[in-house]
């Protein structure tokens, strides 16, 4: 009997994108058991909190979880090799939207081969009607009021609405995100 493949999807996810999303229904296909990662990186100023995000996450792939594919949201606020391993995860599963993605993905492979060479990297490459799609760019067209709908689902575009309203009646600056969202 072969052993169980874990893959971890980790991410920010500040919100989810139907980018994200996308990637993670063709990683299921590739492991037996996706676990996504949902990164703290208070570094980059987060719109919402790990526990939203979190829940988030949970809400988008809840669909997938009902049809039996076994996919399990998690936090983690360490090195990712450490929650890769912790996971007992094979395979770190990146998605690539654009060659300015490249430069930064190889990088962290490479140093991640170094800390753990039994833990392979794959890239997926984002589907072409996704591969402009940054939570960063959500964030900003959504908080100066444009159509954010092409690029998350209903559920994350209410609840950005809610949080550009709560912070436009508290006064609060809006946050950036980086890349690799």
């Keep these: 009997m072969s052993e169980r493949r874990i893959g971890v999807y980790p991410g920010t996810f500040d919100p989810i994108t139907n980018g994200h999303f996308d990637i993670i229904q063709r990683a299921t296909k590739l492991v037996d058991h996706?676990?996504?990662?949902?990164?703290?990186n208070a570094g980059k100023?987060?719109?919402?909190t790990t526990d939203e995000r979190v829940a988030l996450v949970r809400d988008?792939?809840?669909?997938?979880?009902?049809?039996?594919?076994?996919?399990?949201?998690?936090s983690f606020d360490s090195l990712?090799?450490?929650?890769?391993?912790?996971?007992?995860?094979?395979?770190?599963?990146?998605?690539?939207?654009?060659?300015?993605?490249?430069e930064y993905e190889f990088q962290m492979a490479g140093m991640n081969?170094?800390?753990n060479p039994q833990v392979e990297t794959v890239?997926?490459?984002?589907?072409?009607?996704?591969?402009?799609?940054?939570?960063?760019?959500?964030?900003?067209?959504?908080?100066?009021g444009g159509d954010i709908a092409h690029f998350v689902s209903p559920r994350v575009a209410h609840r950005l609405a809610e949080r550009f309203a709560q912070d436009a009646r508290q006064g609060v600056e809006p946050?950036?995100?980086?890349a690799g969202e």
């Design 34 to 40: 996706l676990i996504i990662g949902v990164a703290s």
């Design 45 to 48: 100023g987060p719109l919402f």
């Design 60 to 74: 988008e792939v809840a669909a997938l979880t009902a049809k039996g594919v076994s996919v399990e949201v998690r």
């Design 80 to 102: 990712l090799m450490n929650f890769a391993v912790g996971c007992q995860a094979q395979v770190i599963i990146r998605g690539l939207r654009a060659v300015s993605d490249f």
């Design 113 to 115: 081969a170094r800390l």
């Design 123 to 144: 890239f997926l490459m984002a589907s072409d009607r996704h591969q402009f799609i940054s939570s960063r760019f959500v964030k900003e067209i959504g908080r100066l």
């Design 175 to 178: 946050a950036t995100g980086g």
